[in-house]
């Protein structure tokens, strides 16, 4: 069973959400609240006009009267109706314009997030639990303009209404009317009255009752939307298609359309529109009818009794259906504002997760002489909720402009060392120290700008090959291209047509180039070359080709890395026996350290027996 929703904190946090939907579109609220006010007072303007058109018939006939109303009532009706479409039109325009907008809300979010927080797989469900709330009947921030349109709709509407309805019950039947004078008496008006809104109010509730069915049934929603999500756009996944042709996946996945999903027809979401959701919807629709019944024979006896003209019926019914509808609609918005909170606090959570890496203020001076010096200091890691150290008790310090290579078995902690390193997470325990002093204390994009890293996943963009190799749009050319040749791409760039401006990958243009693993790795080394960064990484992006590739590779890097500190981490040691020093990571902890001779000659260590392991497959 749901908790009760607090009003007051139903009213405050759909407020948050328009301040914030403002935010992105400043122009969205004034033509929504405009398009709001001319729909809900278009309405009487017809009845009004139509009134005074019907009053002149059933009374006096006058020729030039009944043609001034005409004239009146066309410019009035086709004013208002011409300025109604202006701004449905523009009002529809911001609302797409919206949909995509607020976007911007959690992508800010999701970039501006400490790495930490931003790489928790929950963090990434949760974003996706909002989105799908939003995808299967617009639950979040996008019903706030919902229910802002239909407030202000409902208010202006309602207000008009009782100011037209007024002179409905305040006109009295003459004393000729016989027992119909009871009209008259102000009790009959009170319960008349009360009646009215009374019955408004209990019809809202009815809708609102249903609509709060949908809260009911939120958690299942979003797990239908998750299968739908997963299953429904298998097919669509070009990096899935083989492996779903060769392992015959399409039984598995066509089993999932073989139930009863959640959005199908026998499914709960059918049932419940069936039963009490749909019973509710419909009492609510059916109470209304009945007070327009009740209107219509009430405004009716009144002008049988004389208290007004035939003409004037009309406009009374009108008024008085319209004003019933608002408060009908408004009573019902309730509904949809109590289950719109707890999926606007879904948002909020998201949209409210602290930042708490601590920011320092230092700059990390741009050194022409490129002498940083970094120092791991007993350094001990766990990644959070892990439980497990992926790191323990690391001591290290590299030596400026020379070549380090991390090595060990997969899984003890080389990529993690990166990690802390460039300050994607920082340590429980022990410091990181950027020339003597914790990198904590520095500016965070200053210090994340030494460092220039490929990482084994490294991922390129559809966007041009240049703006891939620079990070932006605007760059420089010549280097550029000298990053591609050096990185060993430039043979490729020559056979390209539109060289630096090849869209890369169909996705998103039609002559764009699909690059292979072997070339995306190249254009990668380049982006790293071009950011011309004192620090050099290269957490094996070559993972994918065979030992001798990846050892020219880095033999190659070797000469291209010059006067920088270059940093080569494998799990294949022979890629790395080049380096000037050669750390060996085991289960976490830095078990050796020395140079590719100094450490084959230990012949109880770990480098040695990787080695031997290793060398069996590659060096006769
Ligand atoms: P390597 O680079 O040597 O293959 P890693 O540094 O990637 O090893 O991993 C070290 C340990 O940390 C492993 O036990 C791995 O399972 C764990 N680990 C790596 N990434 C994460 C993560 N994001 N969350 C939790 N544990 C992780």
Same mark, same amino acid.
Request: aromatic share 12%; charged share 20%; hydrophobic share 45%.
């Given at each position: 069973?749901?908790? %009760? ?8 946090? +759909? ?20 398009? *709001? ?37 066309? !410019? ?52 996706? &639990? ?49 027992? !119909? ?17 009374? /019955? ?32 429904? #756009? ?39 529109? &069936?039963?009490?959701? $749909? ?6 629709? *059916? ?54 909170? $707890?999926?606007?606090?879904?948002? #909020? ?48 310090? #590299? ?13 003890? $902690? ?48 559809? &966007? ?66 071009? %950011? ?26 070797? %000469? ?10 494998? +799990?294949?040691?022979?890629? *790395?026996?080049? *380096?000037?020093?050669? /750390? ?11 140079? +590719? ?10 480098? #040695? ?12």
């Amino acid at each position: 069973m749901k908790e %009760k929703v607090n009003m007051r904190h139903a009213v405050a946090i +759909h407020l948050r959400g328009i301040k914030e939907l403002h935010k992105v579109s400043p122009k969205f609220f004034p033509v929504l609240t405009l398009h *709001c006010i001319v729909n809900a007072v278009t309405p009487y303007i017809t009845v009004f006009f139509s009134a005074q058109i019907l009053k002149e018939l059933a009374s006096l006939r006058r020729d030039d009267i009944l043609w001034k109303w005409v004239v009146a009532s066309v !410019l009035g009706v086709g004013i208002v109706t011409i300025l109604k479409a202006v701004l449905w039109r523009r009002y529809q325009t911001l609302l797409n314009d919206l949909w995509g907008r607020k976007e911007i809300l959690f992508i800010h979010k999701m970039f501006s997030l400490d790495f930490s927080e931003m790489d928790k797989q929950s963090n990434h469900d949760h974003r996706i &639990q909002i989105r799908q709330n939003e995808s299967w009947s617009g639950w979040g921030l996008m019903k706030v303009q919902e229910v802002y349109e239909h407030l202000v709709t409902g208010v202006i509407g309602m207000l008009s209404g009782i100011v037209l309805t007024i002179s409905l019950f305040a006109s009295p039947v003459p004393d000729t009317a016989g027992w !119909l004078t009871v009209m008259n008496h102000p009790l009959f008006i009170l319960i008349m009255g009360i009646l009215m809104v009374g /019955v408004s109010i209990l019809a809202g509730k009815f809708t609102a009752a249903s609509t709060k069915c949908w809260s009911e049934f939120a958690e299942e929603a979003a797990f239908g939307n998750r299968l739908f999500e997963h299953f429904g #756009f298998a097919g669509t996944q070009k990096e899935r298609s083989i492996d779903i042709r060769m392992n015959d996946q399409q039984r598995l996945i066509s089993t999932y359309w073989a139930k009863d999903v959640s959005f199908g027809v026998m499914g709960p979401f059918n049932k419940m529109a &069936q039963g009490k959701m $749909g019973i509710y919807a419909s009492l609510g629709v *059916c109470i209304t009818t009945i007070i327009t019944g009740f209107i219509y024979v009430f405004t009716c006896l009144k002008a049988w009794g004389g208290a007004f003209d035939v003409g004037s019926i009309t406009q009374y019914v009108g008024a008085a259906t319209a004003m019933v509808d608002n408060i009908f609609a408004l009573t019902g918005l309730i509904g949809v504002l109590e289950a719109n909170t $707890g999926y606007l606090e879904k948002t #909020f959570e998201f949209l409210d997760i602290p930042n708490t890496m601590y920011q320092g203020s230092l700059t990390t001076e741009k050194r022409s002489d490129r002498r940083y010096e970094v120092e791991f200091r007993d350094v001990s890691f766990q990644y959070p909720g892990s439980g497990i150290w992926a790191l323990r008790h690391v001591n290290m310090k #590299f030596k400026v402009g020379k070549r380090l290579a991390i090595v060990g078995e997969n899984g003890s $902690g080389k990529t993690t060392f990166i990690k802390l390193l460039c300050r994607l997470y920082d340590p429980q325990e022990g410091q990181i120290l950027l020339n003597g002093i914790d990198i904590r204390k520095y500016r965070y994009d200053d210090y994340m700008n030494i460092f220039s890293v490929v990482f084994q996943d490294f991922q390129l963009i559809c &966007q041009p090959l240049g703006a891939n190799v620079a990070g932006s749009m605007h760059y420089d050319r010549n280097r550029v291209q000298k990053a591609l040749v050096d990185a060993g791409f430039g043979e490729r760039l020559a056979s390209m047509e539109k060289g630096l401006d090849t869209m890369l990958y169909k996705k998103l243009s039609e002559d764009g180039v699909e690059v292979s693993g072997g070339e995306a790795q190249k254009i990668a080394i380049a982006r790293a070359l071009y %950011k011309d960064a004192p620090f050099i990484i290269l957490d094996e992006p070559t993972a994918a080709l065979d030992p001798i590739a990846e050892a020219e590779i880095y033999g190659k890097f070797d %000469k291209i890395a010059g006067d920088k500190t270059a940093i080569y981490i494998s +799990h294949r040691l022979s890629s *790395c026996k080049f *380096c000037d020093e050669i /750390v060996v990571f085991h289960e976490g902890k830095v078990t050796q350290q020395g140079t +590719h001779t100094s450490l084959v000659a230990d012949t109880k260590g770990k480098y #040695f027996q990787l080695w031997n392991a290793q060398a069996q497959y590659y060096t006769e």
